[in-house]
Structures are given as C-alpha cells and as structure tokens.
C-alpha cells in the first residue's frame, strides 16, 4: 500500500506479487511479506520478500518481478530480510533465519553465502536469525547486519571478512527493520526507533523518539515492552 497524503488515502501496488490462495477465495489476497525496502540511491526502487520468495520492483512498486532464489539457500530456510545494491541493479542480498546472508550479482541466476560462519554463528551448520541487512550506500563493500532476539547490529569492512558491532542500543530490544535515508541508519526495533550515523558513529532522535541506550533501559521497562 501507498499513500501520497499521510495515510488518508491508500493505494494498492501489488501486481506480480504472489496471491494467497484463502478460503473462501473472494478477494484477493497477497502471500504475507516478511520484508520490505528500498535502494537508498534510487526510492523507485523496491525490494521486499515472501518466506521464500524475493521480488524487486523498479517503478515505486507500481509493477514486480520475481528474482529467482535458489542453491546454496535452503528451500527450509525462511527469507527474514532483503537489500537492493545501490552500487549495482543487478546485485542483492537477502537474510534467511538460520542459514546466514546470500548475495547474487546476476539477478539471481547464481547465489554465493557471503560466509560461512558470519558474526553470530550457533555452531552445527546454525547461525543466529537476521531481522535485516543493509548495503552501505556511501562505502562500497561494506554491510549492516541487524540479528533478531536482542543478538545486535554489526557492520562489515569493504572486504567483508571482519565485523564490528555497533554499540549503543540495548540488547533488551531486538531489531525488527532497517533502513539508510539520507546516509543515516534508521532501525526500528521492539520499543523504539533512532538514527545511526556512521559518519560520527553516533546514536540520535528520530521522530521525536528517545535513543534508548543501555544506560537508559532498565530490566523492568525492556519487560514492559
């Protein structure tokens, strides 16, 4: 759904997205997302994801096509996340629940795991579930990982071969979304929304919401959320 009139009017922009087959099939309905983004460089330029299934639109969602999504990704695997690369339009990334991040370069006709073991890795072929991942749009080669349960943020180097994490949002809220709007990280997560900028790798307001930081939260309000 769009709205061009903070939210009074809605429009529907589903064609080429899969429909739901619902009982007692009188309307259409479409198969639940489990995310949804944009290309920070281009905002025509849609992505979002089924439990197994990615779909990328290049017209503000007015039409979508499917990107294939195939070997090494598991067919047990649920998609929790997907990136457009605004350095590439053939280039995405997706996260899955419990097998790590995958990348195509050639619109899905081939996919690579970005590696074996990423930051949060469980052991006997299990890594921790990813709420999101982003690609940096202002360094080349660099990418945000946002794990669900409370587990962190982290961002890679260019070369992808060593991760920091991002200190400064308490563990008790686990991520739910992110997204880059102006080279500032934007995450929601359960219990609040801030900025990040990695320029001054600073934590600020964002709509008027406070940061919480682990100074801020106390185990009493985490529960209360």
């Known amino acids: 759904l769009v709205s061009h009139d903070d939210g009074r009017h809605w429009e529907k922009r589903n064609s080429g997205l899969p429909k739901k087959i619902v009982y007692p099939f009188r309307d259409e309905e479409i198969e639940t997302l489990t995310s949804i983004g944009f290309d920070p460089k281009n905002e025509t330029r849609l992505i979002c994801t089924t439990a197994s299934r990615l779909f990328v639109s290049e017209n503000t969602g007015r039409?979508?096509?499917?990107?294939?999504v195939g070997s090494p990704v598991s067919r047990s695997n649920i998609l929790t996340g997907?990136?457009?690369?605004?350095?590439?339009?053939d280039t995405y990334m997706i996260s899955t629940s419990f097998s790590g991040i995958f990348e195509t370069s050639d619109?899905?006709?081939?996919?690579?795991?970005?590696s074996e073991e990423t930051i949060k890795y469980r052991g006997a072929g299990f890594n921790e579930e990813i709420a999101a991942v982003l690609y940096s749009p202002v360094q080349r080669g660099v990418?945000?990982?946002?794990?669900?349960?409370g587990n962190g943020l982290y961002?890679?180097?260019p070369e992808r071969n060593s991760w920091t994490e991002i200190k400064g949002i308490s563990q008790e809220y686990s991520i739910k979304t992110m997204q880059f709007t102006d080279k500032k990280l934007n995450v929601s997560f359960y219990g609040g929304i801030?900025?990040?900028?990695?320029?001054?790798?600073r934590w600020s307001t964002f709509r008027d919401n406070p940061v919480i930081t682990k100074?801020?939260?106390s185990p009493e309000s985490a529960r209360a959320h």
């Open 63 to 68: 039409s979508w096509h499917e990107i294939p």
């Open 82 to 89: 997907a990136a457009p690369s605004p350095w590439d339009n």
């Open 107 to 114: 619109s899905g006709i081939t996919w690579r795991e970005i």
């Open 143 to 149: 990418l945000y990982v946002g794990y669900s349960f």
């Open 155 to 157: 961002v890679s180097n």
């Open 194 to 201: 801030a900025d990040y900028n990695p320029e001054n790798m």
């Open 215 to 217: 100074t801020e939260v």
